[in-house]
């Protein structure tokens, strides 16, 4: 009736650069939201009767972007882009060359 799925091992390369592909889509949707819990985590603590800088992950996302537009909610995401693309191709090749192994 349809296409019989063949299960056809993968390219080593096609792995490694989906894998590295991925690696970056998870820093590019998730290094928003760790910047915003560090800049929660540091700020000043708040003198006596006064409100502190950031009141919820909400607000402090809004000043961020106010003060330094939408590309400051990506400030520093070279440093994990450079670390984390290499980790994730590597384990993609890992895994489906130790599938062939299996």
């Given at each position: 009736m349809g296409e019989?799925?063949?299960n056809k091992p993968t390219s080593g390369v096609v792995s490694f650069v989906t894998g590295g592909f991925g690696g970056m889509c998870l820093v590019a949707t998730g290094h928003p939201l760790d910047l915003i819990k560090v800049n929660m985590q540091t700020q000043p603590k708040p003198e006596p009767?006064?409100?502190p800088m950031y009141s919820n992950a909400i607000d402090c996302?809004?000043?961020m972007v106010a003060k330094d537009g939408f590309r400051g909610l990506y400030r520093g995401m070279?440093?994990?882009?450079?670390?984390?693309t290499p980790i994730f191709a590597t384990?993609?090749?890992?895994?489906?060359?130790g599938?062939?192994?299996?």
């Open positions: 019989e799925a063949t009767g006064q409100p996302a809004r000043k070279s440093a994990p882009l450079v670390g984390v384990c993609f090749w890992g895994y489906d060359m599938k062939l192994i299996a």
